[in-house]
């Protein structure tokens, strides 16, 4: 496995392997590994020749009130799980590297970007796309895997993908959970065991969401105030939201048919907690 | 010369291509081909092995109130020279297929522009560029072909490729000129044997200017009073900037010394001309 953070290096070893017609993975990640991330790079190790793991906290994805600075990294641990998976390249760029000074270039979505996380977190999708082209036009990858976990962020680059033009196939990888339902996140590091058995009731409420839907219930009103119950019994009472949306347009569903995103977002402590189920209603 | 406007179509054409390792050459217009282009045309067919000549009226990049309908287009013409200048491939996409219902995607820069032609037409540089990137995406060209003339859109494209880390290598090519040194432009067709007359003032005005920065003078209030002088001894009155910025940051000079860019906009009847000079002083 070779480690580099230089973006010439990454562009020659790639070229060689594409030279030989090789099917290039990347699986980019802000580090801090998890089974989550273990589940897209075992994916993209199954399905191409040659893996790519890009480890970058980007700053341009966090707000100046947010968590940049103390989220979590583990560089040491990052690249023995890395080795271990068989990844062929690790790119390991800093900050000075991805956003030189006065950078200016920017990868922006309307409309998409403005709703759920992106209503509460303004800057952060233009964060995600501008970062993901960058990736993209450095390694050039065939495939590039992304967690259903966070389903816009999914959304956003299918549709950026589509709209830019990219020639890059968007693999959406299923969501890892604990034993309680819990989607693994870097974030839980911040919580508390009482707070990671208040957490389990968010797979809760979204399954509850799923069986109303199946059971026939159509009425959107009533599911999200049944997912806001069962919340609020596991004592999540600090919602942002709770949506239905249509996958992966992120337009809004009045009634069931097509899939469905069921997501939603909670604060729980200091984090906060996103999940989401996509049915085929 | 294959003719096609399949996103498709390219992709498979210039892969063949690569896979024998041949460089790639894009020169995108927006058709209506005159000497200027064919130059760009030229210098793509000396230096790659494969010519890729796009034709597409961007209406991203026009204001509703600018001349997007009746921008001139002759695609007849435009295929009759592409094929005698040897052009491999010539991609003609329809304005659907490049920004599908509902389109939201767009790459734009912050700062550089903003000024120049940026302050005088706000939403202009973001087409280009999204079609610039979006013609990257399709065709991955290895060196893409610009001319001086739209020195700005040059310096933005240039931004643009460092920033976003496009692998492609940006030719400038050198503004072409008819004999009394007009800048040749599409939008000459509006214009009456009178007023081309007085446009024939732009050029004279800006020999003037690199004639005092060459002899020494260094105030530039004075320069650009001297060239808005020459202007009105030729009826150009309707000066929209003179501006005097380092080449290719566009960031002000305020004394000789580098690169210097002296570029200017003036209107002419119901028409925009832009000109500059690349001044090592």
Redesign the interface.
């Known amino acids: 496995m070779i480690r580099t953070g230089s973006?010439v290096r990454v562009?020659n070893l790639v070229k060689e392997q594409k030279?030989g017609?090789k099917e290039i993975g990347l699986v980019p990640t802000m580090g801090s590994l998890h089974d989550g991330h273990l589940s897209l790079i075992r994916k993209a190790r199954r399905e191409c020749d040659y893996v790519v793991l890009s480890i970058f906290v980007n700053p341009a994805q966090f707000s100046p009130a947010e968590d940049f600075d103390i989220y979590p990294r583990d560089l040491k641990s990052d690249l023995r799980l890395a080795h271990n998976e068989g990844v062929d390249l690790v790119f390991t760029p800093s900050v000075q590297t991805m956003y030189?000074k006065?950078?200016?270039?920017?990868?922006?979505?309307?409309?998409?970007t403005e709703i759920l996380e992106g209503a509460i977190r303004p800057t952060h999708f233009r964060g995600v796309?501008?970062i993901v082209?960058?990736l993209f036009?450095?390694i050039?990858p065939d495939s590039a895997y992304f967690g259903q976990k966070d389903a816009q962020q999914l959304a956003v680059i299918n549709?950026?993908v589509r709209?830019?033009?990219?020639?890059i196939k968007i693999v959406r990888c299923p969501t890892v959970r604990d034993k309680r339902g819990l989607a693994l996140s870097s974030r839980h590091q911040y919580l508390t065991p009482p707070q990671l058995k208040e957490a389990a009731g968010i797979y809760c409420a979204l399954v509850e969401g799923v069986a109303l839907i199946k059971s026939g219930v159509s009425d959107f009103g009533r599911i999200r105030r049944r997912i806001i119950d069962v919340l609020s019994n596991y004592g999540l009472k600090r919602i942002d939201y709770v949506s239905f949306n249509q996958w992966d347009s992120l337009l809004p569903v009045r009634k069931p048919g097509g899939k469905i995103l069921i997501s939603l977002a909670v604060r729980l402590g200091k984090v906060r907690l996103i999940d989401n189920i996509i049915l085929d209603a």
Chains 1, 2 share one sequence.
Request: proline share 7%; net charge neutral.
């Open positions: 973006i562009r030279s017609s030189p006065d950078y200016s270039s920017y990868v922006i979505l309307e409309k998409i796309t501008t082209a960058k036009n450095i050039q549709t950026m709209e830019l033009n990219y020639p």
